[in-house]
Nanobody, 119 residues
């Protein structure tokens, strides 16, 4: 059974940094596209970044130059390094994975980890 477990969320002041991790279990990790998505209260879920295998990346315009997505295939893990955080980055962040789709229609999702940025 596919399982994704996020960690690393928390509270930080604007301008600070946080790193998120996602541990993947139960599937052929190496062939999957993986991504980070976020949802703020009262807003729709939006894509943050995706990474294929091999490591082709995409980023939302709102995070380009500030966030970096990466994966460690040996550790079956996905990461999101977030710098220069802004209050508008506050949201629940979700890890997702899919064998063929590399967008918000990914099949497998984690439970989410909260990121709160104060001004």
């Amino acid at each position: 059974q596919v399982r994704l477990v996020e960690s690393g969320g928390g509270s930080v002041q604007a301008g600070g940094s946080l790193s998120l991790s996602c541990a993947a279990f139960g599937y052929d990790y190496l062939t999957y596209c993986m991504g980070w998505f976020r949802q703020a209260p009262g807003k729709e879920r939006e894509g943050v970044a995706t990474i294929t295998s091999p490591h082709e990346t995409t980023y939302a315009d709102a995070v380009k130059g500030r966030f970096t997505i990466s994966r460690d295939n040996a550790k079956h893990s996905l990461y999101l390094h977030m710098n220069s955080l802004k209050p508008e980055d506050t949201a629940m962040y979700y890890c997702a994975a899919d064998p063929g789709v590399c967008n918000a229609d990914m099949r497998y999702w984690g439970q989410g980890t909260q990121v709160t940025v104060s001004s």
